[in-house]
């Protein structure tokens, strides 16, 4: 619960009346109490004269003239083995569409088996392109991810594929590191799915055909996440996106 919450209703008071006691609109205060904004220096003290309390304002954030003390490295993107992708450009012309995205992702996206590469180019045949960004800043807060190294990911971007396209847009993050409570995990994909005014996050996995399935309930059971299981079957019947969206839609249906 959010601290402007909990003085909200420690006061017995409603949203409008927080609101009026410190000279903003309810909106605003909304906007307070859901984190989305800080209160100005003059807010918070007609708060802290409510409450008894002094709070967090604009004034304590960190600007970004000081951040610059503050080097994190965020566009560091390392190479990755490109073998998967080139076995699957030597088998795609380059007029293809989708064959830029390709060239992109043989530079950056990590990819395990020949297999996940057809997976992958299931979702740029189909549309999807080239995106950077760092999922907690996009609101996965579920586990820390880390990176190879096993540090935090902190502010770094991460390289993946998104379509924006349709009713359903959705962002995918290839092989993507979690630290759960019990145990490590390696998603080959972390899903980031908006379906009507449902938004959600899923685990996206290629079980090949060596893939054991035995561990695979309390994996899922770790993350906390539903997963998407794209198998041989799948693949081989070019149903892959088709799957991939029937599942988001029951994720948001419950």
């Known amino acids: 619960m ?13 949203s409008q009346k927080m609101a009026d006691r410190i000279g903003i609109s309810r909106f605003a205060w909304r906007r307070l109490e859901t984190g989305k904004n800080l209160p100005s220096p003059q807010q918070a003290q007609n708060l802290e004269t409510l409450c008894g309390h002094a709070l967090p304002t604009t004034a304590h954030l960190i600007s970004s ?10 566009y560091q993107l390392p190479p990755v083995t490109p073998g998967p992708w080139l076995r699957l450009k030597s088998r795609v012309l380059p007029t293809t569409p989708g064959w830029r995205t390709l060239d992109w992702a043989q530079q950056l996206i990590s990819c395990e088996s020949d297999f996940e590469a057809k997976g992958w180019w299931s979702f740029i045949r189909a549309g999807a392109k080239p995106v950077m960004a760092n999922p907690h800043e996009l609101g996965f807060d579920l586990h820390p991810i880390v990176r190879a190294d096993d540090r935090a990911l902190g502010a770094r971007v991460l390289p993946g594929f998104g379509n924006f396209e349709g009713n359903l847009p959705y962002l995918i993050f290839p092989q993507v590191r979690l630290r759960t409570p019990t145990i490590p995990a390696r998603l080959d994909g972390l899903v980031w799915y908006k379906a009507g005014a449902f938004t959600g996050w899923a685990d996206l996995e290629f079980d090949g055909a060596g893939h054991n399935f035995a561990n695979d309930s309390r994996r899922t059971q770790a993350l906390g996440l539903p997963a998407i299981r794209i198998t041989q079957q799948v693949l081989e019947s070019n149903q892959v996106l088709q799957t991939f969206l029937e599942h988001c839609r029951q994720f948001a249906q419950g």
């Open 65 to 74: 003239e000081r951040m610059r003390l503050f080097e994190t490295g965020r």
């Open 2 to 14: 959010n601290i402007f919450q909990t003085i909200k209703n420690r006061l017995h008071l409603s």
